[in-house]
């Protein structure tokens, strides 16, 4: 089993282009997120899925969207990059959401 | 939803010996788990307590959980250069699947 993947690993863009990041998992679990991590803030949860076709807001959600088209998919993306999104970006799936998340890799986006 | 607090924020100590970091949170919990986060990578599930149980065991792992004083500690035992890492706690309240945050962590530091 993979587990948790993110494609793309880095990723360098420039203010006001969009990009789509992408999150699989192979658990069947129906819990997906999406968190961004900056220095000294921990991990803020951006948005997150309780099942296949549905998606909600989390703490820090204005500049994102989210599609959970497929059960094993979870896409994020940025529609109008800006510098204060420069950050590293961690999906996560659980099988209930009280309970053990597994982590991705991360994708290390750089706005200029 | 809340966050739970570790503290130190950092922590070095030699090889071999024992490490211990502490987690507060504000109001009753269903469990608390603890993360851990090597440099660059996702975060990894280390252990889960719940809210009726004061002490859970892992390998070289120890926590433990006092509802009354709302904290939770991690004690690592034998600290190995491997245990270099980030580690967090995140209390879990209810309220659903937005509900687990996770604190800014305490960084530990283990000298050769």
């Known amino acids: 089993n993979a587990g948790v993947t993110q494609t793309p690993k880095f990723r360098v863009l420039k203010t006001g282009q969009s990009m789509t990041l992408l999150c699989a998992q192979d658990m069947n679990h129906e819990y997906m997120y999406w968190y961004r991590q900056d220095p000294g803030m921990g991990l803020r949860l951006i948005h997150y899925?309780?099942?296949?076709?549905?998606?909600a807001k989390g703490e820090v959600p204005d500049g994102y969207n989210v599609s959970r088209l497929k059960k094993q998919n979870f896409l994020l993306g940025l529609e109008s990059a800006a510098p204060s999104q420069t950050s590293v970006y961690f999906c996560?799936?659980?099988?209930?959401?009280?309970?053990?998340?597994?982590f991705g890799p991360g994708t290390r986006l750089l706005v200029l | 939803s809340q966050q739970g607090e570790e503290d130190p924020q950092a922590l070095s100590i030699q090889e071999g010996e024992n490490a211990t970091m502490n987690c507060s949170y504000k109001t009753s919990i269903n469990n608390l788990q603890w993360y851990r986060q090597n440099s660059g990578r996702g975060l990894v599930h280390l252990i889960l307590?719940?809210?009726?149980?004061r002490e859970k065991h892992s390998g070289r792992l120890r926590v433990t959980l006092d509802t009354s004083k709302k904290s939770s500690s991690l004690l690592i035992t034998a600290s190995r250069a491997a245990d270099t890492a980030s580690y967090f706690c995140a209390p879990y309240s209810g309220g659903g699947a937005d509900g687990l945050t996770f604190g800014k962590g305490t960084h530990l530091i283990i000298q050769p």
């Open positions: 996560a799936s659980s099988y209930v959401y009280y309970e053990t998340q597994y």
């Open positions: 307590i719940r809210s009726n149980e």
């Open positions: 899925s309780v099942g296949e076709g549905t998606t």
